[in-house]
C-alpha cells in the first residue's frame, strides 16, 4: 500500500521482496475516502506520485492509476456474477463499494440475492476494479487478467502463481455467467429503483437499531 510515509524504504521493501519472494511485490493505489472523489491519497501531484512509485514496475498499479477516477458507464454484472461477504457478520453486497442489502448468516434459509450494480454504481469510479474490472464485471471493458495483476515472474523464471491458479485467474465471469441482451439490461434499468429500495432495507434496519435507536435510549 503506497503512501507518503514509506518513500524513504522504497529500496528496502523491493530489496527484501526479491530476497524472500523472488520478485518485487505489487502494489495499489492509494485512495483518500475522506474526498468525494476518492482523490490520490498523498500529498504529491498525481505526476510526482506515478514517479514515484513506478520504480515497482507493478501491473496492479498501472491498472488501476488507468481507470483512476474515470466512472464506468457500461452495464456492471457485480451483484450478479460477485459477492462481497463479511465473515464476521454476514453482510453480504455486490462489491466493496455498494450498499449492503442481505444477512446470508441471519436468513440462511432465504434464498442469495444476485441482483447487478448495472449502471447504478455509487462510487465516482471502479477503485478495487483491479479485481472486478480484470475478472470481467464489465465484459465490454478491455482489461489485462486478473492473473495479469497478480502474478510476478521471479529472476530465476518461476512465477508466483501456479499453473492451476494461472489458468482460473485468466479466465472471465462471462465465460461462465450470462451476459444480458439489450432487452433484458434496459427492463432492469426501469426497475431497478423499486429493487435497490426493496433489498436495501437490510441496511436501514441495521443503521436504525444500531445509531439510532441506541441514541434514543
Same mark, same amino acid.
Given at each position: ?74 452495464? #456492471? %454484472?457485480? /451483484?450478479?456474477?460477485? @459477492? ?9 453486497? $455486490?462489491? *466493496? ?28 469510479? #471502479? %477503485?478495487? /476494479?483491479?479485481?472486478? @474490472? ?9 482489461? $489485462?487478467? *486478473? ?71
Amino acid at each position: 500500500m503506497p503512501y507518503d510515509g514509506l518513500i524513504d524504504d522504497i529500496d528496502e521493501i523491493i530489496n527484501l521482496c526479491k530476497s524472500e519472494l523472488g520478485a518485487a511485490c505489487q502494489i495499489t493505489v492509494g485512495r483518500n475516502d475522506l474526498t468525494e472523489k476518492k482523490d490520490l491519497l498523498t500529498s504529491m501531484s498525481r505526476k510526482e506520485y506515478e514517479s514515484v512509485w513506478r520504480k515497482f514496475d507493478s501491473t496492479m498499479f498501472d491498472f488501476k492509476l488507468d481507470i483512476f477516477q474515470k466512472k464506468i458507464d457500461d452495464f #456492471c %454484472y457485480a /451483484g450478479a456474477w460477485t @459477492l462481497y461477504v463479511d465473515l464476521g457478520t454476514g453482510a453480504a453486497k $455486490p462489491c *466493496y463499494g455498494q450498499l449492503s442489502n442481505q444477512n446470508i448468516f441471519k436468513n440462511p434459509e432465504q434464498p442469495i440475492i444476485f441482483n447487478p450494480v448495472g449502471k447504478h454504481c455509487r462510487q465516482p469510479y #471502479c %477503485y478495487n /476494479g483491479h479485481a472486478f @474490472l480484470t475478472l470481467g464485471v464489465v465484459p465490454e471493458l478491455e482489461t $489485462p487478467t *486478473y492473473a495479469d495483476i497478480r502474478n510476478r515472474v521471479c529472476e530465476d523464471g518461476r512465477e508466483w502463481l501456479s499453473k492451476e491458479v494461472k489458468d482460473a485467474f485468466s479466465q472471465k465471469l462471462a465465460d461462465n455467467n450470462e451476459v444480458w441482451d439489450e432487452k433484458k439490461k434496459n427492463s432492469y434499468e426501469r426497475k431497478y429503483p423499486f429493487i435497490f429500495f426493496k433489498t436495501a432495507l437490510y441496511d436501514w434496519k441495521e443503521i436504525y437499531n444500531k445509531v439510532i435507536r441506541k441514541r434514543k435510549k
